[in-house]
C-alpha cells in the first residue's frame, strides 16, 4: 500500500514537472517578462521626457507591436536553425555509419562501457542498435550531441507563443497611457507592470523550480532597476 502511494505521488511529480517544463510554458514565460521589461522601460523613458501628450502611449505601441515581431521571427529562426542543424548532423551521421560501420560500433560500444556495460550484456545492447540504421543514428544523435526529435521546436509553434506573449506582456505597461493622464499613467502604470511582473517571476518557479517569492522579488527588481533608468534618463534630457 504504502509502495504504491510513493509511486502515485512519484508519477505526479515526474509529470507535472516535465509538462510544466516544455518548451511551450518556457516561450511563453521568455515573451511575458521581455515584453513587460522592454514596454515598461521605453514608456516609462519617454513619459519622464514628455509628461504631457500622448508621446509615452505611441512610444509604447510601437514598442509593443514592433518588439512582439521581432522577437516572434527571432524565435522563429532560432527553432528553424536547431531543426536544419539536427537534420544536418543526423544525416552526417547516417553518412558515417555507411562508410565507417566498424568505427562507429566502436563509438556506440565505448559509449555504453562507460556507463557500465560490459561483457556479454554490452555486446547484446551494441548487436541491438546498430542492427537498425535509423536507431543507430538516433542513438549517437542522442550520446554524442544531446539531441533527440522529440526535442525540437516548431519554429511556428514557437513564434507564435513568444510573439503573442511577449504582445501580452508590453501591453501592460501601455494601458494606463490610454485611459490616463501621462503623469498619472505612469504611476498606474508602474503599479500595474511592477505587481504582474511579480507574478510572472513566482510562476516562473513552475520551470525552475526557484523559491516563489525569490523569483517574484528579482522579476519584480529588474523592472523596476530598468524603467527607473530610462525614466531618470527621460528626465534629464528633458531638462536639458
Known sequence: MALSIHSREYDHHTEKVHAAGGPWVRDVMLGLNDGLVASFAVSSGVAGAFPAGNAALMAGLSEMLGGAVAMGLAAFISARSQTEFYSSEIERERDEIQRWPEREREEISTIYREKGFSGQLLENIVAHITADPERWSNVMMREELGFTENSLDSPLRSAIAVGLSYLAGAAVPVWPYIFFA???????????????????????????????????????????????????????????
Open 182 to 240: 501621462p503623469g498619472r499613467g505612469v504611476i498606474v502604470s508602474a503599479i500595474s507592470t511592477v505587481l504582474v511582473l511579480f507574478v510572472v517571476g513566482a510562476v516562473k518557479t513552475i520551470i525552475t523550480s526557484r523559491s516563489w517569492w525569490k523569483s517574484g522579488l528579482e522579476s519584480m527588481l529588474t523592472g523596476i532597476a530598468a524603467a527607473a533608468v530610462t525614466y531618470g534618463a527621460g528626465r534629464f534630457f528633458a531638462t536639458r
